[in-house]
């Protein structure tokens, strides 16, 4: 875990995992030992957590889809201003098509249908950008704290 | 990753455990579906799954749908407050 410290009033954490769904685990416990450190509040974390992993697994699932057996790593970068959460995702995979990112109908639920509604429902804001080399998707979450 | 069954009468029940992702998604349906398939009534005991992602939810709903079409039924069991808390989200969906 690396933690920027550029601006003393943020705190910054970041890790890299291998893009397959056995990190999912250490997405989500990397995730909670950074809200611990941050003293996020405790009723909020498990929210987060999800939304985390669900965006996790959109990569995997979706950006990595032709490629289950990449070697390549995805990153998590979680930023606390004090007023402001933010949680960005860096990864090297299919660039993303905002326009196709929506959710889908319940009785035709897949994990990234359902896992986007749910991000949609717990973050304040989500926004895809082009990342900057070597990563070819970056997407930003934010919340209010 | 193996998960407790007991059977009584026609009802099965699945004990799930720990934390149910799209990693370990595809072991629950090789437990549940079969039970399904066989035209039992399922019953899935949450009470000791501390975590739940839409990977979970896609279980439950494409395992409802399955019992729907063999004339049966899935039921949850002592469901815990982490997946409560999903499933309440879920329904907005709904």
């Known amino acids: ?145 | 990753m193996k998960f407790k069954v007991t059977d009584s009468e026609n009802i099965s029940t699945v004990f799930l455990n720990g934390e149910i992702d799209m990693d370990i998604a595809d072991d629950v349906r090789e437990v549940i579906f079969p039970l399904i398939d066989s035209g039992k009534e399922v019953h899935l005991n949450l009470k000791d799954v501390q975590y739940m992602d839409s990977s979970g939810i896609s279980v439950i709903v494409e395992s409802s749908k399955r019992a729907k079409d063999k004339n049966t039924k899935v039921e949850l069991k002592e469901v815990s407050q982490p997946v409560e808390k999903v499933l309440a989200m879920a329904r907005k969906f709904l």
């Open chain 1, 1 to 145: 875990m690396n933690t920027e410290v550029a601006d003393p009033t943020n705190l910054s954490e970041k890790k890299d995992f291998l893009v397959r769904s056995s990190s999912l685990k250490d997405v989500r416990s990397f995730s909670r030992e950074v809200f611990e450190k941050f003293k996020i509040d405790e009723d909020l974390r498990e929210e987060l957590v999800l939304a985390i992993a669900e965006a996790a697994q959109n990569i995997v699932k979706h950006a990595y889809k032709d490629f289950p057996d990449t070697q390549d790593r995805m990153a998590v970068r979680i930023t606390c201003t004090g007023k402001e959460l933010e949680i960005a995702f860096f990864d090297k995979g299919k660039p993303v098509e905002e326009s196709k990112v929506k959710h889908r109908a319940i009785d035709d639920v897949k994990p990234g249908g359902l896992g986007t509604f749910f991000i949609q429902e717990i973050m304040d804001s989500i926004k895809f950008k082009e990342g900057d080399k070597p990563w070819i998707n970056n997407l930003v979450l934010t919340k209010k704290l």
